[in-house]
């Protein structure tokens, strides 16, 4: 099996930090609204504070969850694509294409360059044999499409796209090589259109 995970990178631990000092910061929400008794003021403390407990604790119990399982974001095995469901859920929870169903992987580029995030590679694995030839011949705004979850004519392939984060310990030609050892399928590559 070849698994391709999210290194821990800086921005990662920043992030990290940031929801870690948004958590104490309101733990002393609550903390002066309990010490300050009860008024309008401390009230509305007392409620940002919990609000804030709430919130910001989840979202570091996601991340540093998530940063301490290091489940993989996509696996490609003999059986097939998986999608690994993301912690907290159970692994059980993820899908997979099986590799009879794959008609072509789809190399994309897509984004502004020069942009905050800049041009982001996406590799789709298209179920379909439309979906291969839209990928094919298609303009890019086409192309697009198979990237975005609200275009009902290409839903079937964004349930298998995967963004190619800067992150990730495999590279694109990296994930294309292994996917062919396992099926010697049709490769589109458009990143140039």
Not at 116 to 121: Q, T
Not at 140 to 146: D, H, M, N
Request: net charge positive; glycine share 10%; hydrophobic share 50%.
């Amino acid at each position: 099996m070849f698994g391709v995970r999210n290194r821990v990178t800086w921005w990662a631990v920043w992030q990290l930090l940031a929801l870690l000092i948004l958590f104490l910061a309101s733990i002393g929400f609550v903390a002066g609204a309990v010490m300050r008794g009860m008024g309008v003021g401390s009230l509305a403390f007392l409620l940002l504070g919990v609000a804030g407990i709430t919130l910001f604790g989840t979202g570091l119990l996601v991340s540093g969850g998530g940063m301490l399982a290091r489940r993989p974001v996509l696996e490609l095995s003999a059986a097939g694509v998986r999608r690994p469901a993301r912690w907290p859920l159970p692994r059980g929870a993820g899908r997979t294409l099986p590799w009879t169903d794959v008609s072509a992987i789809a190399a994309l580029r897509r984004g502004v360059p020069g942009g905050r995030k800049g041009e982001l590679d996406y590799v789709v694995f298209l179920p379909t044999a439309e979906l291969a030839e839209m990928a094919r011949t298609a303009e890019r705004p086409q192309l697009v499409a198979l990237t975005m979850r609200d275009v009902p004519a290409t839903a079937e392939a964004v349930r298998w796209c995967f963004v190619v984060e800067r992150g990730w310990d495999a590279t694109l030609p990296q994930i294309v090589k292994q996917a062919r050892r396992r099926r010697p399928v049709p490769v589109i590559d458009r990143r140039t259109v």
